[in-house]
């Protein structure tokens, strides 16, 4: 079995697309889907162990080993950031689309965030992500054109204890609409996509205090239930694609309403469980499989270790 794609096989034919974060979770799935409609996908991460899971389960879909490159990359290091880029033009001669998706938080009121905690998130999900695109936008997309998608996140009204990913993330969407504007005239156009409660390995990482609130949110989202990696990845691939030729400094959400209705009570009959069977998940990919956490429930750290 290959990836259920909804987009024609051959919608990237021999385009090379840069994935960061490309794993795990939706950058691992994105990468699917990318290399299955004909895309030559470079996978970047701070682990090649992973990227060498990933590489091999596309190849073993089917394509060739060719057609997907691993490149050791730490996004927060300018130095790295420019070795990578020189690695992939080496060995593919273009950059056609780059979807920047690696990222990172954790949880904590504002009044306890450290600076130098408040530092790191923002030099990951903000400064790394500038230079990647910066560095995409320098060396090839200015001469050339190209599409750009931008992973932020559901932050709409602020983000309750996780103040240092909001504003690292709400900056990430204002320099696309910047970036969106200073380009358009190289061809290049800079998107976003913006998840809510996406059921992926990032669940296990948390702590079981953060795995509890994560366990409550189907009910107070409209449509009733997580989403998934493959709703993520469709909306990224739909803007990299020729169909949004002219979807520029916007933002795709993919989160079943969750900012629509912050303080929502749902209808009597929806209050007898946490499924809406009217809400059907996308399961376009064949390899993906819900974290523990929703299998299993919260676990403790040491019953992990």
């Known amino acids: 079995m290959s990836y259920q794609s909804v987009f024609r096989a051959d919608l990237f034919a021999n385009q090379v697309i840069i994935v960061t974060g490309a794993g795990s979770g939706i950058g691992r799935c994105t990468a699917h889907e990318l290399a299955s409609l004909g895309a030559i996908?470079?996978?970047?991460?701070?682990?090649?162990?992973?990227?060498a899971v990933v590489k091999g389960e596309i190849e073993a879909s089917g394509i060739g080993a060719d057609k997907v490159t691993m490149h050791a990359c730490d996004?927060?290091?300018?130095?790295?950031?420019?070795?990578?880029?020189?690695?992939v033009l080496a060995r593919h001669a273009r950059i056609d689309c780059l979807v920047n998706n690696a990222g990172g938080q954790y949880r904590q009121p504002l009044d306890q965030i450290s600076s130098k905690g408040f530092e790191a998130v923002v030099r990951l999900n903000l400064f790394g992500g500038f230079m990647v695109m910066r560095e995409v936008y320098n060396r090839w997309m200015k001469q050339h054109?190209?599409?750009?998608?931008?992973?932020?996140?559901?932050?709409?009204g602020g983000?309750?204890?996780?103040?240092?990913?909001?504003?690292?993330?709400?900056?990430m969407w204002t320099l696309s609409q910047t970036a969106a504007s200073e380009w358009a005239h190289s061809g290049v156009r800079v998107n976003c996509v913006a998840p809510g409660g996406i059921a992926s390995s990032g669940f296990d990482t948390y702590e079981p205090n953060v795995q509890e609130d994560i366990l409550k949110y189907p009910a107070s989202v409209p449509a009733q239930r997580y989403g998934n990696v493959a709703e993520i990845s469709a909306a990224i691939t739909y803007l990299l694609s020729p169909a949004a030729a002219y979807i520029t400094g916007s933002c795709i959400r993919v989160d079943g309403g969750a900012p629509n209705a912050r303080c929502w009570n749902p209808p009597e009959p929806m209050t007898e469980g946490l499924d809406n069977d009217k809400s059907r998940e996308f399961?376009?990919?064949?390899?993906?499989?819900?974290?523990?956490?929703?299998?299993?429930?919260?676990?403790?750290?040491?019953?992990?270790?």
């Open 41 to 51: 996908v470079a996978l970047v991460g701070r682990d090649l162990e992973k990227l």
């Open 75 to 87: 996004i927060r290091k300018e130095e790295q950031v420019i070795a990578m880029i020189d690695d």
């Open 145 to 156: 054109g190209g599409a750009i998608v931008n992973m932020i996140a559901d932050i709409w």
């Open 159 to 171: 983000w309750f204890q996780y103040g240092h990913s909001g504003a690292s993330r709400g900056g």
């Open 283 to 305: 399961a376009a990919f064949h390899l993906d499989t819900p974290p523990q956490l929703l299998t299993e429930g919260v676990k403790t750290r040491s019953s992990r270790s």
